[in-house]
């Protein structure tokens, strides 16, 4: 048995994400940059007497054995041969379908903190493996760290990356990521670039415009934050959007004047996450 642990799944943003190429197998060969942020959903786990996993609560439209949290403990539970049981209670803040990544962050802090919890002995590169059973972004998630992402999103580069504020909107909507992906008029064939060309010039979000497109909420949002921020850009495949400032006070100046169904909050960049505590080398 363990002592019961909280630990929160930070969100994250792209700061930007170019398709670049698309494999064999479908998936696409992707650049981005992962923006790691202070503000995230929160997990609670406590023991179990006996080996069930139970989730609550459920969400909508999710079924329990479908849920990543779930999945993620099941996984752990199969590559370890550990036999345990464990309650996770969820405090949701992230949107569904947002492109801030909430369902890859949750079921990253799961296989670290019951990595941890379970004494599994699993090593941080073990468990960014199953996490790419998963997903393509839960590997970032389990490294904990701001990364640059190439491949399919799985080959990570620590970053540093300068302390910002953002102000996040999250348009009333979810993405179909899958939508996103399979549509004929994606752009797929964006050279390369270099960390250092990132950094000097910066880089664009390649499903954007198809998004705005598809989704009038998306382009709603975007038309009312360029106005106090011209380059704001949407993160992953969307819904949600966002813009960097200095300050917190000028990003909560800017929300405060938010339509009503134009709801965000605003987060600090961070360049670890807390799972990254409770990871072996």
Not at 122 to 147: H, I, K, S, W
Request: overall charge neutral; hydrophobic content about 40%; charged content about 20%.
């Amino acid at each position: 048995m363990f002592e019961p642990l909280s630990l929160s799944a930070p969100a994250k943003l792209n700061l930007f994400l170019h398709i670049t190429g698309r494999r064999a197998d479908g998936y696409h060969l992707l650049q981005s940059a992962f923006q790691l942020l202070d503000f995230g959903d929160q997990l609670h786990f406590a023991p179990r007497a006996d080996t069930r996993i139970e989730l609550s609560p459920t969400l909508p439209g999710v079924a329990p054995k479908d849920n990543l949290i779930v999945r993620a403990a099941e996984l752990l539970r199969a590559r370890s041969g550990v036999n345990a049981g464990v309650n996770v209670t969820l405090d949701k803040r992230l949107p569904m379908g947002g492109g801030l990544g909430g369902g890859s962050s949750d079921a990253a802090t799961t296989l670290v903190a019951l990595n941890h919890l379970w004494r599994c002995g699993l090593t941080r590169q073990e468990l960014q493996e199953l996490g790419l059973q998963l997903g393509a972004d839960v590997p970032v998630f389990v490294g904990g760290q701001t990364a640059w992402a190439e491949g399919i999103g799985e080959r990570l580069t620590p970053l540093n990356l300068p302390s910002r504020w953002y102000l996040v909107i999250a348009p009333q909507c979810q993405v179909a990521t899958a939508r996103v992906f399979s549509h004929k008029d994606l752009t797929r064939d964006t050279p390369n670039i270099t960390v250092a060309a990132f950094l000097g010039q910066g880089g664009r979000n390649d499903c954007q415009p198809l998004v705005r497109r598809l989704y009038p909420a998306v382009d709603e949002a975007l038309n009312w934050l360029e106005q106090f921020a011209p380059h704001a850009q949407m993160s992953g495949t969307g819904a949600c959007i966002f813009a960097a400032f200095d300050s917190a006070q000028k990003a909560r100046e800017i929300l405060a004047q938010a339509p009503t169904h134009l709801p965000g909050f605003v987060a600090r960049s961070v360049d670890r996450s807390p799972v990254y505590e409770l990871l072996p080398d």
